[in-house]
């Protein structure tokens, strides 16, 4: 299986293509060693019903059809896995190593991802590292190498990832950044801007306050919040809740989109979900600023094909 991903960047405009919540299909490698209460409840979940909404077809069409826009960059924020195994890893490997090569495609894990402390249930940031890595730019302005935050720069953008996905009890999904990332992001996005690029940063969880209950929100959303405020980004980029999000931060320059896309993979009604989709999101410079345009393309109302949704032209910073 291999989707192809287009070649070259333009050194003014990029376009990044976002994809997120795939919850890969079949729950590979669910060997007794890995049993434990959350997991065990997260099978029968997934075997009652959710297995009938994810579909794995649905998530290889949809990034047929993102690739088929010949996208600069892919991004990834999360839920790739359902229960955290390690044969889940490997299986969710090879789908991204089918998207492009690791400089091509960049990813953040999901609470689904790292979903309990058990028996390798955070061996994702290992077996994922090639996409969740610092290039050479990123390390020399001061990310770590591995680990997080890391920063990439692809043309007129970098990309700031971010890792909100903690192990967490049965029924809870919720996140949080800690300290370390919290105090590491802030001088990042200020040397980002000084370089002049677009700030693009992913995460799993909604990263604002309010966004989520306690259950499914992000612990430290008021602190992260603060850092926005405070040192800027040009755009935010999540999945986690399943449904097209649009939300926006002040700072001193203008205004943050923070943009939520649903499921990569739902095939079906459920709930109040969404059909499958992803956002194509071009990012071009305009003066001392940056035009943001996202496009939403998925499954239409009949579930059979993948669409044009809708279109939207974003607010731009315009520069300090």
Known sequence: MVFGLARGLMSETITLAHISDVHLAPLAGFHPRYWNVKRGLGFLNWHQGRR???????????????????????????DLA????????????????????????SVVPGNHDIYTARMHGASCL???????????????????RRG????????????????????????VASGRLGREQIESVAPLLERVAAEGLARVVL?????????????RGLEDAEDFTRVLERAGAE????????????????WAAGHIPVIGIASG???????????????????????????????TRGLDGRGSV???LSRRRLANRSGA
Not at 274 to 289: E, H, K, Q, S, T
């Open 203 to 215: 995460i799993h969880h909604p990263p604002l306050p309010g966004q989520n209950p306690p259950r």
């Open 306 to 308: 993948i669409a044009e």
């Open 265 to 295: 993979s739902v095939a079906r009604a459920h709930k109040d979900e969404y059909l499958a989709r992803y956002n194509l999101i071009r990012i071009a410079r305009n003066g001392a600023g940056f035009e943001i345009d996202c496009v």
């Open 82 to 105: 359902n229960l955290g195994l390690p044969g889940e890893y490997d299986l969710a490997f090879a789908w991204l190593a089918a998207l492009g090569s690791a400089d091509r495609v």
């Open 52 to 78: 009938f909404v994810h579909r794995r077809e649905v998530a290889d069409a949809i990034a047929r059809d993102a690739l088929a826009q010949e996208p600069d960059h892919i991004a990834v924020t999360g």
């Open 235 to 250: 755009l935010v980029l999540h999945g986690h809740n399943h449904r097209d999000m649009l939300a926006w931060r002040q």
């Open 148 to 171: 997080f935050p890391y920063v990439r720069r692809r043309g007129p953008m970098a990309i700031i990832g971010l890792n909100s996905a903690v192990p967490t009890p049965p029924f």
């Open 126 to 144: 290992e077996r994922w590292a090639p996409f969740m890595t610092s290039d050479a730019w990123g390390a020399g302005i001061g990310a770590a």
